[in-house]
T-cell receptor
Framework: NAGVMQNPRHLVRRRGQEARLRCSPMKGHSHVYWYRQLPEEGLKFMVYLQKENIIDESGMPKERFSAEFPKEGPSILRIQQVVRGDSAAYFC?????????????FGPGTRLTVL | KQEVTQIPAALSVPEGENLVLNCSFTDSAIYNLQWFRQDPGKGLTSLLLIQSSQREQTSGRLNASLDKSSGRSTLYIAASQPGDSATYLCAAPNAGGTSYGKLTFGQGTILTVHP
């Protein structure tokens, strides 16, 4: 059973471009969480999704950021018109369906650098 | 709103020492608490998951305890080794509402074990 996969592992964008980060949860997992780790800061929750539904996006910046988890395919975190302050490590985690008390399983992260 | 605090922020010890990392959380209505390890530029590795019904959990040289009533958890590392050098993160989940499962992380303790 492969773990949580994220791609790309490293992404470089120029200011104003779009960044698309992908996350494939573990097999059988239907809950996906995105977290961001800014330089010299802790991990902060961004958004929680289930298949085709955004459950909690309270940690998402109000503009330029969006997330989806379609019925088929990976979850996508999309950042439009990137700025230097978006440079960070973005981690995805997944957990099984239902109100599980299991651990969340984290992917290796995508490190976004905005030039 | 859950808040997680870790002390100390950094710790440097000689090889072989036993050490304790501390984590405190404000909302005791948690169903588990997790300890993670993060190496520089890398993702998160889950170390220990303590369910709310448990007082402690052990894995090798690691032992984590949980005291919900006081809002505290400790991670004990026995006979530390240079390979233990990393950032240790404590994370508490949201236990209710639509944000179920969302993790709040502490700022981490940066551990350096020198030979």
């Amino acid at each position: 059973n492969a773990g949580v996969m994220q791609n790309p592992r490293h992404l470089v964008r120029r200011r104003g471009q779009e960044a698309r980060l992908r996350c494939s949860p573990m097999k059988g997992h239907s809950h996906v969480y995105w977290y961001r780790q800014l330089p010299e800061e802790g991990l902060k929750f961004m958004v929680y999704l289930q298949k085709e539904n955004i459950i909690d996006e309270s940690g998402m910046p109000k503009e330029r950021f969006s997330a989806e988890f379609p019925k088929e395919g990976p979850s996508i975190l999309r950042i439009q018109q990137v700025v230097r302050g978006d440079s960070a490590a973005y981690f995805c985690a997944s957990s099984p369906p239902g109100e599980s008390t299991d651990t969340q399983y984290f992917g290796p992260g995508t490190r976004l650098t905005v030039l | 709103k859950q808040e997680v605090t870790q002390i100390p922020a950094a710790l440097s010890v000689p090889e072989g020492e036993n050490l304790v990392l501390n984590c405190s959380f404000t909302d005791s209505a948690i169903y588990n608490l997790q300890w993670f390890r993060q190496d520089p530029g890398k993702g998160l590795t889950s170390l220990l998951l303590i369910q709310s019904s448990q007082r402690e959990q052990t894995s090798g040289r690691l032992n984590a305890s949980l005291d919900k009533s006081s809002g505290r958890s400790t991670l004990y590392i026995a006979a530390s080794q240079p390979g233990d050098s990393a950032t240790y993160l404590c994370a508490a989940p949201n236990a209710g509402g639509t944000s179920y499962g969302k993790l709040t992380f502490g700022q981490g303790t940066i551990l350096t074990v020198h030979p």
